[in-house]
């Protein structure tokens, strides 16, 4: 069976010496960009092996891009690779935070480069510790292999793509709802958010212990939020195109699928400063 949105526990450590199966600790702190690491080399997952946000799933930083821009495809897939993760492999994919960070970053990088096999871990690396299962510090044992995925470039939005969205579409902010009326904005150096832009934050898809709500819910949330407009007309935007994965991985949890992502997002969108700005709710 393949997973390719979220996956329990109890089914990722039954599977923990399949070697077709391979766990990718994706921790990070926005704040203090080592803090994934540190807390990788305290204790992880065994087998896991640890991605970094700022390294390993995004590019550098140029004058025109937002915070995370997309990594090189062909250098992700030499990384990958690495990992030794091949085109029969089930990639598993956790963070401390229910997967609203980086976790969802790489399942839907992987998707991008054609690698439907990626999965969420429910509730994430908390989940693990409540259910009292085996951690380690050992680093692991790893057989490189050659990661042979494409990017399909059909699934994320340029900037000027944005610009000129039809009125049909709907841009889902995931941030929270404080940054997106432009109340606070403690990461980038303008606050507001896009015009026409529909705030759905995404600590809402998830219950107080940090698993995604149920299907029903997640659906009901979604269908709220678009209407009567089908789930193939949503792009999804964040601050910088990582939290905004999280929303598009609940959706196809929900069973909506087909979603689309701004990858520049808003710290890409405020580089110019003669785009507009909207604030407030609406």
């Known amino acids: 069976m393949r997973y390719n949105t979220l996956i329990d526990v109890n089914t990722l450590h039954a599977h923990l010496n399949d070697p077709h199966w391979v766990v990718v600790d994706c921790r990070f702190n926005l704040m203090d960009a080592e803090a994934g690491r540190r807390a990788y080399r305290e204790s992880h997952l065994p087998g896991a092996r640890y991605a970094h946000l700022d390294e390993d799933l995004s590019s550098p930083i140029t004058p025109t891009t937002?915070?995370?821009?997309?990594?090189?495809?062909?250098?992700?897939?030499?990384?990958?690779?690495?990992?030794?993760?091949?085109?029969?492999?089930?990639v598993v994919a956790y963070d401390d935070m229910g997967?609203?960070?980086?976790a969802a970053r790489l399942w839907w990088l992987?998707?991008?480069l054609g690698h439907q096999a990626a999965a969420v871990l429910n509730?994430?690396?908390?989940?693990?510790q409540r259910a009292g299962l085996p951690l380690t510090t050992e680093p692991p044992t790893v057989q490189p292999t050659v990661f042979t995925g494409q990017p399909d470039d059909r699934l994320w939005l340029t900037t000027a793509q944005i610009l000129a969205l039809p009125s049909a579409n709907v841009?889902?902010?995931?941030?929270?709802?404080?940054?997106?009326?432009?109340?606070?904005?403690p990461i980038d150096p303008v606050a507001g958010h896009i015009?026409?832009?529909?705030?759905?934050?995404?600590?809402?898809?998830?219950?107080?212990?940090?698993?995604?709500?149920?299907?029903?819910e997640l659906r009901a949330r979604f269908i709220a939020a678009l209407g009567e407009r089908s789930p193939t007309t949503v792009v999804h935007s964040c601050g910088s195109g990582?939290?905004?994965?999280?929303?598009?991985?609940?959706m196809e949890t929900a069973g909506l699928h087909g979603s689309r992502?701004?990858?520049?997002?808003?710290?890409?969108?405020i580089r110019d400063p003669g785009r507009p700005v909207a604030t407030g709710a609406d």
């Open 66 to 90: 937002g915070r995370h821009p997309l990594p090189d495809p062909g250098q992700l897939a030499r990384k990958l690779g690495e990992w030794g993760i091949g085109p029969e492999t089930q």
């Open 99 to 102: 997967g609203m960070l980086a």
């Open 110 to 112: 992987l998707r991008w």
């Open 123 to 128: 509730g994430g690396f908390p989940a693990w």
């Open 171 to 185: 841009l889902l902010d995931a941030r929270t709802s404080a940054r997106f009326r432009g109340e606070m904005e």
């Open 195 to 216: 015009p026409g832009a529909v705030n759905l934050p995404t600590e809402g898809h998830l219950m107080a212990d940090g698993y995604f709500l149920p299907h029903t």
């Open 242 to 250: 990582v939290t905004a994965c999280h929303n598009l991985l609940a």
């Open 261 to 269: 992502l701004y990858a520049g997002s808003w710290s890409e969108w």
